[in-house]
């Protein structure tokens, strides 16, 4: 049974940064392309970044160009977000999901697995 469990989540003020977690199992990570994606409160869930299989490729949303870092370790079977510079803008439920394939992706139905989700919320 795959597993992905979220961490790190919480409130920080504008201007600050979090570092989210995912911690995987049950599948074997290394061959599957990793993905964040988030989802506010009345919205649909949204693609934020994705790393490939070997941690080599990475994409971002434009939102997240430049603020957040996608990073995995293929020992610990997790993956990371780090975002930084957090605007109100970024409060959602950010899920990490586990891609079909190998590459990295920012659509949504190429993902099987998903984590529960971590709740971000950033004050103005």
């Known amino acids: 049974q795959v597993r992905l469990i979220e961490s790190g989540g919480g409130l920080v003020q504008a201007g600050g940064s979090l570092s989210l977690s995912c911690a995987a199992s049950g599948l074997t990570f290394s061959e599957h392309g990793m993905g964040w994606f988030r989802q506010a409160a009345g919205k649909a869930r949204e693609f934020v970044a994705t790393?490939?299989?070997?941690?080599?490729?990475?994409y971002y949303a434009g939102s997240a160009e430049g603020r957040f870092v996608v990073s995995r370790d293929n020992n610990k079977n997790s993956v990371y977000l780090q975002a930084n510079n957090l605007t109100p803008e970024d409060t959602a439920v950010y899920y990490c999901?586990?891609?079909?394939?190998?590459?990295?992706?920012?659509?949504?139905?190429?993902?099987?697995?998903w984590g529960q989700g971590t709740q971000v919320t950033v004050s103005s």
């Open positions: 999901a586990a891609r079909i394939w190998y590459g990295y992706s920012n659509f949504e139905n190429e993902y099987e697995h």
């Open positions: 790393i490939d299989g070997g941690g080599h490729e990475t």
